[in-house]
């Protein structure tokens, strides 16, 4: 059994919201309004509520983590007044609201308007008739930073409105019967030469009315039997002309960090770990302790952050991969093959392509020294603040005409008033050192394949000696279980280690298409 869920709500919007609503009951705190919870089951004092099952609690007397309840009921006719303003402390799109009302007892509003506010400006508004306690308020608005919502009707008389929880957009949940097709690759650069991400396209087939508006870098997850294959952000998305059928490319966090700039520098004594930890930032990671307390020293220049983490992993000899997980997953390279049986092979699918010997490897390390002269950066007239990226390191900054607010080895943010400023430093001198490393169990049929390498960043290991040589490549089909990229394996009397997986979910067992490493000894 495949789903899918779509996870449409912007990183950061709830917590960077404030939200106010009239008519509260005196335990009401709206900070609940920026996290979710269980709806809890407890007996009010209103009429047809709850039922005398034994499953509802006595309301206790100050109870916390409750989300809103209001202090009036609606009427005789469930005509209410209440109003809640979200401000959010930047400007947003969205694709909508989500509300949990009183799904314990399917009660909730069902009259609902919402305005959408640039500051004081109005710029959308629109008017809803939920017909569930749990009902997403569809549309598609960009550039604000506040919402009103007026609740001015109930389905019940004589009851108070609940909102337990607030999301800023939408969960979309897809069963099988809604996945018309599901293809995965997931890839590793054994020697981290590249960070490749994992991706998947999808087919959806979507039998509501309700059109939905993917976006782009939002989350989509994938499960077979409740077992995650992966989180995966949107790239692209295309539908047909009655929105019906969905067409989804997505990728993994590899793609997210190819657009966001790390500014490097230099390193001395630094564990990986915290280089780690710098890097990737407010992204998930799991990290092997092994890897994590490594030392690393040396210099990265401003670049992205999935090309900083390929520099770790490299000097770190580490595998980088999300395979079936929900975050980046560093670690070692496993010791002991898994076994896959000749049974599992398919056909005559099996090949092993012998002309792919590694026969020599190349290392050039770069260092710099300081220099003591002094170089122009910048000479202009400058109003405001400005951030200056270099492509070479430098030290020792100096200004005249404006001020420096921050620098670091690779940048230098700086403001003025609109005279000259002008910002000298001091640069380096790189230096290169050639390491090599030979194939002896090269043979004179074996054409010369050499692989060179450029470092700057290094840890307290010997990664040449850690680089194994590639006697071959095998590609196969085989049937899937736990298998991933970066195991060791045995199959057909060779040990080798998986570099790509292709592979399907829609039909029951997985059969992948398969690459392999085989190492010299």
């Not at 500051?119 to 008017?127: G, K, N, P, R, V």
């Not at 989350?219 to 790239?235: A, Q, R, S, T």
């Amino acid at each position: 059994m495949i789903r899918a869920e779509y996870v449409a709500i912007v990183e950061g919007m709830s917590e960077g919201s404030n939200t106010v609503i009239t008519q509260p009951k005196p335990f009401v705190d709206l900070e609940d309004m920026k996290t979710n919870r269980e709806v809890p089951k407890y007996a009010t004092l209103e009429g047809n509520y709850w039922w005398l099952d034994g499953t509802y609690e006595n309301f206790p007397n100050n109870p916390e983590n409750i989300g809103y309840m209001s202090a009036i009921q609606s009427d005789s006719n469930g005509d209410i007044n209440v109003t809640l303003t979200r401000e959010y402390d930047d400007q947003y799109a969205s694709v909508g609201f989500t509300f949990d009302f009183d799904t314990n007892v399917d009660e909730y509003p069902t009259n609902v308007s919402i305005s959408w506010y640039r500051d004081d400006i109005l710029i959308d508004s629109e008017t809803f008739s939920p017909d569930s306690a749990k009902y997403f308020m569809a549309k598609n608005v960009s550039g604000f930073n506040k919402i009103v919502v007026n609740f001015t009707k109930l389905k019940s008389p004589n009851h108070y409105l609940k909102i337990f929880n607030i999301y800023d957009g939408y969960i979309r949940k897809f069963s099988q019967d809604e996945i018309s097709d599901i293809s995965i690759i997931e890839q590793i650069e054994i020697d981290n030469s590249a960070l490749p991400s994992n991706s998947i396209q999808m087919t959806l087939v979507n039998p509501q009315d309700l059109a939905l508006m993917f976006q782009r870098s939002l989350p989509i997850k994938v499960y077979k039997n409740d077992v995650l294959i992966g989180d995966f952000f949107i790239e692209n998305s295309k539908n047909n002309y009655y929105k019906t059928v969905y067409n989804i490319d997505a990728s993994d966090y590899m793609n997210m960090l190819e657009n966001q700039l790390y500014m490097g520098g230099f390193y001395n004594n630094v564990t990986a770990s915290d280089l780690i930890a710098d890097v990737l930032g407010q992204i998930p990671y799991e990290l092997d302790s092994n890897i994590g307390n490594l030392v690393m020293n040396g210099y990265m220049k401003a670049q992205t952050k999935r090309e900083a983490l390929r520099q770790i992993a490299f000097a770190t000899n580490a595998i980088i991969d999300t395979s079936r997980s929900n975050k980046i997953v560093i670690k070692k390279h496993p010791t002991v093959p898994i076994n896959i049986p000749n049974s599992k092979i398919i056909g005559n699918s099996y090949n092993n392509n012998e002309f792919k010997r590694t026969t020599k490897y190349l290392l050039n390390e770069t260092y710099y020294t300081s220099i003591e002269d002094e170089t122009e950066i910048y000479n202009a007239v400058l109003t405001g603040t400005i951030t200056l990226i270099f492509d070479q390191p430098y030290h020792n900054y100096t200004i005249t005409g404006g001020s420096i607010i921050s620098t670091g080895s690779n940048y230098a943010i700086i403001s003025g008033n609109g005279s000259n400023v002008l910002l000298v430093g001091k640069q380096y001198e790189e230096h290169t050192i050639q390491y090599t490393k030979e194939n002896t169990n090269v043979v004179s049929t074996d054409l010369s394949n050499e692989i060179s390498y450029d470092i700057s960043l290094k840890s307290n290991i010997d990664i040449l000696a850690e680089l194994k040589f590639v006697k071959s490549e095998i590609s196969c089909d085989f049937k899937l279980t736990d298998e991933k990229v970066g195991d060791l394996v045995l199959i057909n009397d060779q040990t080798a280690r998986i570099t790509s997986l292709n592979y399907n979910l829609v039909n029951g067992d997985i059969y992948a298409s398969c690459s392999m490493e085989v190492y010299d000894e």
